[in-house]
């Protein structure tokens, strides 16, 4: 799964997966990747660099409105932000106006962009108000418009993030995909729901599977994909080219270290430590500090700190003081006092999970 111009040295198939031939997305050529999806409000700099650390091949920034009237917005300022840390730089945009979409792929490829994802997958009431994210699954024609423009506007590749469709009663996602490829869509990511099961509901491998059969260029699943097993379950399913890892990487951003590990050797990857995961997690809470300032980086700090403390013994107490706490300089003390207060009991932990 290496990301560079040589060819990446083949995965042994040790689990009967389909074999399939190693594809580029520009200069870099993949072999079954796995992809940070682009979650609003979590996919920023800070997780996108913490998660490429942790084995992902690639990670797609925060989706971007094509209005470029509105990029000058604190928000959007923030997802403007490049960062060598983060990988291939890969930035998703969202919009229903295909001269906008074009103008918003052209700005962000001269800003140093190295791959435009466009967004077709968002199920969020704000967005689907403006007819774009996964609305646009309703109109192919206007869906054929955008593609092209924004293909025609640049000279990087561009991929599509889709859902297999508006509603149950209107899965029309093999259209679209095929629709993609004649528009010249390098790549496809499959979130396998309609906008209208949100994330809720069995995930439609077998709409994956008629969406990778229907198409000759790569596509990427993505739906509940949770543990190294589930990761060979869909691959094998689907027949997919790779996979994209969303909210189970909330908190677990090793989880991309686990599968890479089960893929390519046939065996679990060695659990991170409580320690590990203690000083990962502090690390991850300063990087967010720095990133958003002490307003917005001690609230965006609380919402990790939730999920990671999960995985943390006494993880409870550590989440219930560390909500409380209000500014950057408690906040970190906090983590640096719990992490030596608790050091014996990670360590122990640490020994319990690796024997």
Sequence with gaps: MNINDQAPEPIRNLHGLPELRPFRLGKHLLQRPILLAPMVGVSDVPFREVCLQQGATLTIAEMLPADTAMWKSEK??????????????IVQIAG?????MAEAARLNADMGAEVIDINMGCPAKKVLKKAAGSALMRDPELVEQ??????????????LKMRTGWCRAQKNGVDIARIAEDCGITMISVHGRTRECRFVGDVEYDTIAAIKQSVGIPVIANGDIDSPEKAVQVLKHTGA?????????????WIFREIRQFLEFG???????????????QDHIRALHAFYGDFRGTLFARKHIDWYSKALPGGDLLKS????????ESQQELLHHWHRENLSTLMSCAAHTNN
């Excluded at 229903?96 to 906008?100: I, K, N, P, Q």
């Design 267 to 281: 065996e679990h990857a060695t659990p991170p430590s409580a320690s590990e995961i203690s000083i990962l997690m």
């Design 321 to 328: 003081s560390f909500m409380t706490a209000d500014s950057v």
């Design 96 to 100: 229903f106006d295909a001269g906008m």
């Design 241 to 253: 080219d790779g996979l994209m890892i969303g909210r189970a990487a909330q908190g677990r951003p």
């Design 76 to 89: 959007n300022r923030l997802r403007l932000k490049r960062s060598t840390a983060c990988g291939p730089e």
């Design 146 to 159: 955008i593609l092209r423009a924004v293909v025609a506007a640049v000279d990087i590749p561009v991929t």
